[in-house]
T-cell receptor
Framework: IAGITQAPTSQILAAGRRMTLRCTQDMRHNAMYWYRQDLGLGLRLIHYSNTAGTTGKGEVPDGYSVSRANTDDFPLTLASAVPSQTSVYFC??????????????FGPGTRLTVL | GQNIDQPTEMTATEGAIVQINCTYQTSGFNGLFWYQQHAGEAPTFLSYNVLDGLEEKGRFSSFLSRSKGYSYLLLKELQMKDSASYLCAATDSNYQLIWGAGTKLIIKP
């Protein structure tokens, strides 16, 4: 693995179903993020984790949950998908340090369609 | 509130120069990023400014004025491969990135 991987690449999901988007990084970054990107709205932060074992809510957390059991993995779960969750989802990571800048590296994205 | 404003779309000619502006308003400020995103791909890092002034990196330069809450990305000698969206993002007091909606740059031959 080099960088950040996401799975699946794309998915069509029936409304009401549960879905987990996977994200794995091998850069040993302490911080990880989940964004959704919708046309005309830019990237919006869903959840983040500044270090393994901790998570925080972003701008649009409702309907989503995350866990950070270890440094490398940061799965995003939709407990009961709704059509408004149709979007492109990007996972990102950074070597977060409050005394320095926070360049984020992005995975290739997951295109999710909820019908 | 927190807000990032940038033009939705710009058009420029191959070989020319284009300036993409960004204004920001955040709770605290710890730097400004520019990212490039080609259609269907992930954003990739272009530049970072935390102090006032111009940062030059090859054909790309980025400028910051903290007092005016303003930045621009300058692209010189435009090439067709520069056709992409350019995302402005400001770091807030919690060091989280607040993103603009992006500027789609169309390059014409």
């Amino acid at each position: 693995i080099a960088g950040i991987t996401q799975a699946p690449t794309s998915q069509i999901l029936a409304a009401g179903r549960r879905m987990t988007l996977r994200c794995t990084q091998d850069m040993r970054h302490n911080a990880m993020y989940w964004y959704r990107q919708d046309l005309g709205l830019g990237l919006r932060l869903i959840h983040y984790s500044n270090t393994a074992g901790t998570t925080g809510k972003g701008e649009v957390p409702d309907g989503y949950s995350v866990s950070r059991a270890n440094t490398d993995d940061f799965p995003l779960t939709l407990a009961s998908a709704v059509p408004s969750q149709t979007s492109v989802y990007f996972c990102a990571s950074s070597d977060f340090d409050s005394s320095s800048y926070n360049e984020q590296f992005f995975g290739p994205g997951t295109r999710l369609t909820v019908l | 509130g927190q807000n990032i404003d940038q033009p939705t779309e710009m058009t420029a000619t191959e070989g020319a120069i284009v300036q993409i502006n960004c204004t920001y308003q955040t709770s605290g400020f710890n730097g400004l990023f520019w990212y490039q995103q080609h259609a269907g791909e992930a954003p990739t890092f272009l530049s970072y400014n935390v102090l006032d002034g111009l940062e030059e990196k090859g054909r790309f330069s980025s400028f910051l004025s903290r007092s005016k809450g303003y930045s621009y990305l300058l692209l010189k000698e435009l090439q067709m491969k520069d056709s992409a969206s350019y995302l402005c993002a400001a770091t807030d007091s919690n060091y989280q990135l607040i993103w603009g909606a992006g500027t789609k740059l169309i390059i014409k031959p």
